[in-house]
Structures are given as C-alpha cells and as structure tokens.
C-alpha cells in the first residue's frame, strides 16, 4: 500500500470514529458523555471491531460470531463499540439488567447491542493464566470519575446456556485508576490486577464501570480461556489468531504467534548498550498486523529499566502496546518498560506487544534498545 493510501485509510478511520461518537451523542436520551469498554481483555465489541475492520473503513467480520451479530445488529454497534451502557443504571444490577442480556447492558442503551449477548464458544478468545497479575485496559472515550467493578463466571459455568447474574461472582474493583492519556482516541484506563486463582476453561470477565459524577453506567463481556496463556488473542482477523500482550515479567521469549513470525533483530544496542531488541511478525490481516517486541539484557549487570525506539512512518498503534508504556508515540515511537518488566538480569528477556494499523513495513523498522 503507497503512503497515499495509508494517510487516507487512517483519515478515514478518525472520520469514522468522530462520526460515531457524534452519532452517539445525538441519539442517546440523556447525553452519552463517558464511553468505553474493556481493551485488555479485550470486550466483544472491541475485539469484533477490531476483526471486521478494512482497509477502506468498512466492518467485514472474519470471526463467526462477530459475523452473526453483525447480521443481526448491523455494523452501527461496531462503529461504537465503547457505547453500551445505561444513562439510568445507578450501579444497579440484578433486577435491572435482566439475565442474558447482561453484556449487551439490557435494552434501554443507544444502540442495540443484543446480538453480543449470544451464548457462544466462538467470540473472540483473551487466553489467560489463572492467578497471574495481567494490566488490565479499559477505553477512556470520554473520562469521568467511578469505579470498576470486576466480575467472573464460576466454576461450572456453561457458555452454552447463556450469562445470568447468579453465574458471576465479584473479584475486584478499582476507583478512578490512571490513564495512558486524553479522551477521544484509542486511549484507556489501566491497573495492574491480580486474575482469580483456581480457573481453567472458558469464562466471562464482566466489567461494569458505575460513574460517580451520573447514573451513567457501562457494561463489557471479555471472554476469556484460562489455558496457562500470556494474553494472546483467538478468533480475530482471517486466520483467527493474533499475539497480543505477554502478561507478566518474563525470563523466556514470549509464546509463539499462531502464523510463522518474522524475525528482525534490532540494530546494535544503543547508549549504554545494556539491552537489545528483536522484532516478531505475529498475524497480519488487510490493512492492520500484530508484533511482539522481545527485549534482552545484553549486559553483564541487572538493569531496572529499558526503552525500544523505531520509525513507524505512517502506521499508527492499533491496539497496546500492552506490557509497554508510549512515551513517543508514532511516527518517532520509543516505548519503556512498565512497573513489573523493568528489572532484567543478565541474559533475561521480557516482551511488549501491540496490534497496528497499516501496512506490516518492509523492511521491519531497526530497533533500538537503552537502559537510560
């Protein structure tokens, strides 16, 4: 794709996400002011916009279930895929969002959501380890103050017969957690979270943000699979399988991508030259591809902390970088470590992982790596 084409495919995408989230604005009966959905683990909304997205703007689903909402529902609800939520929830749950409809928040929302409510096995997958601290994500479309509140199915809970209140059970909350940075783009909330111990199989991790400023409340269903996995993602994009995050500190490369990876080392190290970078091609689909980025200490000391540079010219951050934090965003991107993944002993390696928008370059960008 020429870098014509680039620059008007992602104009296209911010007119699509301004034109939504004005839509929003005007159909809602009390005006939707907070928008937002859990990005890791990804919500099903998300994760199906993020399937069905093209070149072009349009949402063509390849994941099966993505697909069948998106016969139902139309592709309205994708486009605005941070929108479910309730102007008069108040925090209320059993007895105000009936059962089986919990993920698409009931009926009362702006935009009809139900068809994300399907009692199915083939929603987009976030495969977990139980027990482990993972970054949890959730979309700062507009920000207000509230809290969190997380949930999980329980043991024996069917995925067949659909999600009632009394298979979820409460695990966590958090109030107004920090945020990656302003509203209105593909920025979020996060907090670090220990998942529940004891899982395995299939789940729902519901998240029900309640704002303290409004009765405004929103509602996002995350399956998940608690398989021993380091958060990568299944059942999105033509192959249905692409990396996302690796999820706690790690002294091993990171789980391999389901397609055949392209292994780029970086260039030499830089400054001090106490760490190197290795770029991994994970899925590619039109016009959007994953990677993980494997940073190794390269010296003979610990260090306590590392940053990775690279020209990205016109592909922007489609999803992440999780286990990462942007402090240059594209095109001059240089990204660090986060709290846990700092610290590397000698000949120890760690991971960062995103999901991008555009064309996979050719050649891979030449990383840097420094631990000033």
């Known amino acids: 794709m020429s870098r014509a084409r680039q620059l008007r495919r992602l104009a296209t995408l911010a007119v699509a996400l ?15 002011q907070a928008h937002g959905v859990a990005m ?8 199906c916009w993020q399937d069905g997205l093209r070149d072009n703007g349009q949402i063509i689903p390849f994941n099966p279930a993505c697909g069948a909402a998106v016969d139902q529902s139309g592709t309205t609800p994708l486009y605005n895929w941070f929108a479910v939520l309730r102007s008069d929830a108040g925090g209320r749950t059993t007895g105000f969002i009936p059962d089986g409809q919990i993920c698409s928040g009931g009926t009362g929302g702006p935009f009809d959501f ?20 993972i970054q949890f994500r959730y979309s700062n479309w507009a920000a207000h ?26 695990f966590a909350s958090v109030t107004t957690p920090p945020q990656s940075g302003g509203p209105g783009a593909l920025n979020y909330y996060f907090w670090n979270q220990q998942l ?25 269903c995350s399956d998940v699979m608690f398989d021993g996995g380091n958060g990568e993602v299944t059942g999105v994009g033509p192959n249905q399988g692409t990396i996302t995050p690796t999820i706690s500190p790690s002294t091993s490369p990171s789980s391999s991508p389901s397609s055949s990876p392209s292994n780029s080392p970086s260039s030499s190290p830089s400054g001090n030259g106490g760490c190197t970078a290795t770029w991994a091609t994970g899925s590619t689909w039109p016009g959007h591809f ?29 999803g992440g970088p999780w286990n990462g934090t942007v402090v240059s965003p594209p095109p001059n991107v240089a990204v660090s ?25 050719n050649p891979i960008p030449a990383l840097s790596c420094s631990t000033t």
């Open 18 to 32: 301004a034109v939504a989230f004005l839509t929003t604005l005007s159909i809602s009966p009390v005006p939707a």
């Open 40 to 47: 890791f683990p990804g919500a099903r909304t998300f994760l």
């Open 114 to 133: 139900t068809a994300y409510n399907a009692p199915r096995t083939d929603w987009p997958t976030t495969h977990l380890t139980s027990g482990a601290t």
């Open 145 to 170: 103050p509230g809290t969190f509140q997380l949930y999980v199915t329980r043991d024996g809970w069917n995925p067949a017969a659909g999600l009632n209140w009394s298979d979820l059970q409460a």
């Open 196 to 220: 529940p111990t004891g899982k395995t199989g299939r789940h729902i991790i519901f998240v029900q943000w309640v704002r303290s400023d409004s009765q405004e409340n929103f509602f996002s």
């Open 290 to 318: 994953g990677a993980t980025i494997t940073v190794r200490n390269s010296s003979t000391a610990t260090i306590n902390k590392w940053t990775v540079r690279w020209n990205f010219g016109s592909v922007t951050f489609d």
């Open 337 to 361: 470590n986060v709290s846990y993944n700092g610290t590397l002993a000698p000949n120890t390696t760690t991971s960062f992982n995103f999901n991008a928008a555009g064309n996979l370059p």
